[in-house]
């Protein structure tokens, strides 16, 4: 496994990426001895194709839970992403 300090990586990241690609083997880019990320070959498993429908009646969700309306709570979280007027306000610093 070759490690590779980032400002390096940066200057050289497609001549690590072909490196990868070509050698099949993992570089890891730190900083400061820090692992930061890990360049990797790209998978041979094959990627299994999603179907619509395999799991129909493997299970089930009983109509009144998943359509009952929101609480109002959860509707203006959805709705604006922020807790309710009613929350107190955190104190800014």
Known sequence: M???GI??????L???CREVAETGQEIT??????ILA?????????????VPGRLVGQFKVADEVFFSPLPETDLQLWETGEDSPTTPAKPSS
């Not at 400002?7 to 050289?12: G, I, L, M, W």
């Not at 880019?29 to 820090?34: A, D, L, S």
């Open 29 to 34: 880019i730190t900083r400061r001895g820090q």
């Open 14 to 16: 497609s001549e690590l």
């Open 2 to 4: 070759k490690t590779v």
């Open 7 to 12: 400002f390096d990586a940066k200057t050289r």
């Open 38 to 50: 890990r360049l990797l070959p790209p998978s041979t498993t094959p990627i299994t194709p999603r």
